[in-house]
């Protein structure tokens, strides 16, 4: 006696079946850009055989300097999660702290140095005049960089600003009279 197997279940039926066509409700208008009768085949053909237009030199140069103010501005987005790490770390020396401290140093005086080399695709004849002002924005921007880093190193107690830190460059002070004769020290 053989037993059959169970029928599958219906989500098994309705995956392996295709989709019956619902029928359409006269009453609700196609979207704007709808075509029904434009099938997968048509819509994949159509896009290949759409060629884009190549943009013009000026809208080049604008998408250039769009993309070279992005990057002139980027330390600064990067700042308020800086500060917060800053914040966070604490005015102890620790190991963390201090790899923070040393990466807000870095990453600055690395981007100034490189700036000529970030720029360059961006340099045209069109754009050559307006990116002064962008690496001028980007220069300020990791100066603002180098300020968190000054301040989170002021706050850690390691910047010599007070008297006390200089002792070892102060001489002895003489004094011109005495109160108490010398004999009597």
């Known amino acids: 006696m053989t037993t059959q197997p169970p029928p599958p279940p219906p989500w098994v039926l309705d995956l392996n079946s295709p ?20 099938s997968s085949k048509q819509r994949s053909q159509s896009s290949k055989n759409a060629v884009r237009k ?3 030199p000026e809208e080049m140069d604008t998408l250039k300097m769009k993309k070279a103010w992005e990057l002139a501005i980027a330390p600064a987005k990067q700042l308020p999660m800086n500060a917060i790490g800053m914040y966070m770390t604490g005015n102890t020396l620790q190991i963390f702290s201090i790899f923070m401290v040393f990466t807000l140093f870095k990453t600055p005086v690395l ?21 002064i002002a962008v690496k001028a924005v ?25 008297r006390s830190d200089w002792l070892a460059w102060e001489g002895e002070r003489t004094w011109s009279e005495r109160a108490v004769p010398r004999e009597w020290l």
């Open 19 to 38: 989709r019956a066509s619902k029928p359409k409700n006269v009453n609700i208008a196609d979207p704007p850009g709808y075509t029904a009768a434009a």
């Open 54 to 56: 190549a943009p013009s």
């Open 111 to 131: 981007a100034v140095l490189n700036i000529q080399r970030v720029f360059a695709p961006f340099e045209t004849s069109g754009t050559s005049g307006r990116l």
């Open 138 to 162: 980007c220069v300020l921007m990791n100066l603002l960089m180098l300020g968190l880093g000054i301040w989170k190193v002021n706050q850690m107690g390691l910047l010599p600003t007070t």
